[in-house]
């Protein structure tokens, strides 16, 4: 058990209608998603969740999988830091801010 490397890694997505329109003062929904990861070394699985789009599952199943796979399974760290480098350019602050930048006149 010591020795297992992550050998499957998988995402479902699941979307839970509200009973009612519900909003916090910022933003409001009819409907709330959950992503959930599951990572399995050996006959262990693990599952792990997190509140956003469709989208987050295919970044686990298309990116961070293979990054995953074949790491050894106790090492949380090490993946966790590894996911990060892979994701570095996938969605950062600056795409706006640039185009905000571009669009701004310059000078007086």
Do not use: H, Q
Not at 52 to 58: I, K, L, N, Q, V
């Amino acid at each position: 058990m010591i020795g297992d490397v992550v050998d499957s890694v998988d995402a479902s997505v699941y979307t839970i209608p509200t009973d009612g329109p519900e909003a916090d003062g910022t933003l409001s929904w009819d409907s709330t998603t959950i992503v959930v990861a599951e990572a399995g070394a050996g006959a262990t699985l693990g599952i792990g969740w997190t509140y956003g789009p469709r989208a987050c599952a295919t970044m686990i199943t298309d990116t961070l999988a293979g990054i995953i796979r074949g790491r050894p399974a106790l090492d949380v760290g090490g993946s966790f830091d590894a996911m990060v480098k892979a994701v570095r350019n996938a969605s950062r602050p600056g795409r706006l801010r640039d185009l905000r930048a571009r669009r701004r006149p310059v000078g007086p």
